[in-house]
């Protein structure tokens, strides 16, 4: 791939603050480049940053079949002749700041997106709210497009089901994940992909 090639689908990563978007991004593509702070204070015990701008990630998602879920490549280490025959969709993972007053950036991310994924933290039920009024932005913003709800930090002793995660937000299913384990997190996404993406 040309460092010009355009992206073949553009994935819009949003959800309640400190929910584990930008770790999703870096996980995926350890190349992401985030605009961030840190945080002012702990949340909930830990000290670490808080996305004021943007993430940006870049991944090819190589399938051998059609029907394969694949695996997920980040497009800097990506050589074309190791895939030889391979499907190969380039997408672009945009992740947004999560507290709710930063519509005004999401707002300015979300042309030409082809898939919502919106992170829950399990084991957060304070922003409960948020998530909800996260869900209701993505039916506001975005007509036509799948969106995904995961349940993230699944790895927490203090997670719920993504079950539980569900009922909190009021949709039929969210998918559970954990972005600390880099190899579980990016099967989930690939499968996530393939029922969202292929044709
Ligand atoms: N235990 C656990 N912690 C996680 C996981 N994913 C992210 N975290 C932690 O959750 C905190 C917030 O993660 P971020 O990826 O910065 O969350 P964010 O959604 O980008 O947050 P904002 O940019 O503030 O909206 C960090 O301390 C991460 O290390 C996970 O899978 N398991
Ligand atoms: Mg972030």
């Known amino acids: 791939m040309s460092a010009l090639t355009p992206y073949d689908y553009k994935i819009f990563v949003t959800g309640p603050f400190q929910s584990g978007k930008t770790t999703l991004i ?15 204070r702990p949340y909930r015990g830990v000290s670490g940053t808080t996305t004021t701008g943007f993430d940006l990630g870049r991944i090819a998602w190589v399938r051998e079949e059609e029907l394969d879920d ?20 380039e997408i672009e993972l945009r992740g947004v700041p999560g507290p709710l007053h930063f519509k005004f950036v999401r707002d300015t991310m ?12 399990s084991s957060d039920p304070d922003m ?9 932005e993505v039916h506001l913003s975005f007509h036509g497009i799948p969106h995904v709800v995961f ?11 993504p079950e539980e995660v569900a009922e909190w937000v009021g949709v039929d299913e969210a998918i559970g994940i954990t972005t600390h384990d880099a190899q579980a997190c ?14």
């Open 110 to 121: 979300r042309n030409n997106s082809n898939a919502v994924f919106l992170l829950v933290d």
């Open 151 to 161: 349940a993230s930090k699944q790895d927490r002793h203090d997670a719920v089901s």
């Open 128 to 136: 409960i709210e948020d998530a909800k009024s996260h869900l209701q």
């Open 70 to 89: 694949g695996i997920i490549v980040p497009r800097n280490d990506y050589t074309p002749e190791d895939h030889n025959g391979c499907i190969v969709k």
């Open 26 to 40: 870096h996980t995926l593509d350890p190349y992401a480049i985030s605009i961030d702070r840190p945080l002012p």
């Open 186 to 199: 990016r099967s989930t996404i690939t499968r996530v992909l393939r029922s969202l993406l292929a044709s």
